[in-house]
């Protein structure tokens, strides 16, 4: 993995006896939309804040393009964004003067902050709302305009804690909309969640963090094929499933799971080479195949899976 744009090296936290984050080496992608998830006490919290130079670690370092954050942590705060899992608006300030008033925190001028105030409003589909007062806003426009003013300076790196926690889905597909496009305009992003499967149609890379320690990290497609090997496909029938469960039966990388009317579900381990080999060869016994599927594998099982492996290893 390509580990120039943001790098952690033996990075540690500890709080008195509690060790938060546990010696934690990861690198993060430039244009990646990394999913940091793991349950309540994972470490998730404490690793962002670290990364906004919020906290100072216990030991190890963050090299954020080839620096390490802490030898020159302002100049690093201007090119990155954070909103912390909980954080205060100004009640009596508009969400138009949220923004301004955040850009001219970060420095801009009067022009740039307007310009970047009035863009930001469309971004976070907030221009209706943009003389209404921050306290006036549902949970779903505040987590918005959180991440309006997260984003004010353009920021290369955007750390997101929890920000869909509380969100209903329609509200969570707005603010997951507009993370797209952000990432699509250039900025990498780290988000957290506890909810496995809140992220799975949002990141292209994932960590699964637990008790202070990553269990698996990487790009999403590779962690499932490692943990995962065995992939759940779901055939569409047009003739009697018997002659299909004969040949399913027979070969050996595949094992039937379900039959239901004309639809098979199986377990398949291999490539698509595999899955081609054993749909001509359900064709070639006069089975109908009218659909081939495969049911992704969602987080939340990804992480049932990797913490099994855990506790299985932890045993023997
Ligand atoms: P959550 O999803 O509940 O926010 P998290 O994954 O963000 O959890 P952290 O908040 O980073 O996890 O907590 C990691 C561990 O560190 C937990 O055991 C927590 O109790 C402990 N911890 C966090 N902050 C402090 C602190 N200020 N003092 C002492 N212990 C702390």
């Known amino acids: 993995m390509d580990t120039e744009f943001l790098s952690l090296v033996t990075l540690r936290k500890e709080y008195y006896e509690v060790v938060a984050v546990n010696d934690v080496d990861l690198g993060i992608r430039e244009g990646d939309i990394f999913g940091l998830v793991g349950p309540n006490g994972a470490g998730k919290t404490t690793l962002l804040r670290m990364l906004a130079t919020a906290l100072e670690p216990t030991a190890g370092r963050a090299v954020f393009r080839g620096k390490d954050i802490w030898d020159d942590p302002v100049s690093y705060r201007g090119v990155i964004g954070f909103m912390p899992d909980f954080f205060q608006l100004y009640d009596y300030l508009t969400t138009r003067e949220t923004l301004l008033y955040f850009g001219l925190a970060h420095g801009l001028d009067r022009k740039t902050r307007t310009g970047r105030a009035d863009e930001m409003l469309k ?89 202070g320690r990553f269990l698996a990290a990487g790009e999403m497609s590779e962690i499932v094929r490692k943990i995962m090997p065995k992939r759940r496909i779901s055939l569409l029938l047009t003739t009697d499933p018997q002659a299909a469960r004969t040949v399913l039966q027979s070969w050996p990388t595949a094992s039937v799971e379900q039959v239901e009317g004309p639809r098979v579900r199986l377990l398949l381990e291999g490539t698509d080479a595999e899955l081609a080999r054993l749909n001509a060869a359900l064709v070639a016994a006069g089975v109908g195949v009218a659909l081939i599927e495969e049911t992704r594998t969602g987080l939340e099982e990804l992480y049932l899976a990797i913490t099994e492996r855990q506790g299985h290893a932890a045993a023997s």
């Open 123 to 211: 971004v976070i589909g907030l221009e209706e709302k943009a003389h209404s007062l921050a306290k006036g806003l549902s949970r779903g426009m505040v987590q918005r305009l959180g991440l309006g003013r997260a984003l004010i300076h353009r920021p290369k790196l955007l750390l997101l804690d929890e920000p869909a926690s509380g969100l209903d889905p329609l509200a969570r597909k707005q603010l997951f909309d507009v993370l797209r496009e952000v990432n699509a305009q250039g900025t990498t992003i780290i988000i957290s969640s506890h909810i496995l499967g809140e992220l799975s149609d949002v990141c292209n890379s994932v960590g699964i963090m637990h008790y």
